[in-house]
């Protein structure tokens, strides 16, 4: 990234326009533009609404972690990083799954594991 150059010049500003209304005034424009584009907005609605679930419970399990568990901060970050290197890995490992039997055989295997999962939880 820091070697790449740019092919193409930036647009200038049109005369006595500011960079903050032009960046809003796109913004009104491309949601306008949703109005044709239903299922691209059901899709940021259904991101938006998945993204806030998931800042929720990273931020409640810290909480958790410290008020209940008592683990240090430093305990605490420990933890997160292992959970994102884990995700990481994991990802990395169900995008060779879909590519190899294609993403609906990627959810099945999923789906398969969480039910092994769940099956050797049972007492």
Not at 12 to 17: F, G, M, T, V, W
Not at 42 to 65: C, E, K, P, R
Not at 86 to 101: D, Q
Request: glycine share 6%; aromatic share 6%.
């Amino acid at each position: 990234m820091l070697t790449l150059r740019s092919t193409e010049r930036a647009t200038p500003l049109p005369p006595r326009a500011r960079y903050l209304t032009v960046g809003f005034t796109q913004l009104a424009l491309t949601v306008r533009s949703l109005r044709r584009q239903p299922r691209t907005l059901l899709f940021l609605a259904a991101y938006l609404l998945y993204n806030d679930g998931i800042q929720t419970v990273v931020t409640l399990s810290s909480q958790f972690g410290h008020e209940e568990l008592g683990l240090s901060m430093s305990t605490l970050a420990g933890v997160m990083l292992m959970v994102q290197f884990v995700a990481l890995l994991g990802s990395l490992a169900f995008e060779r799954v879909a590519r190899v039997s294609g993403a609906k055989g990627a959810i099945i295997v999923r789906r398969a594991i969480a039910e092994a999962a769940n099956a050797a939880d049972v007492p």
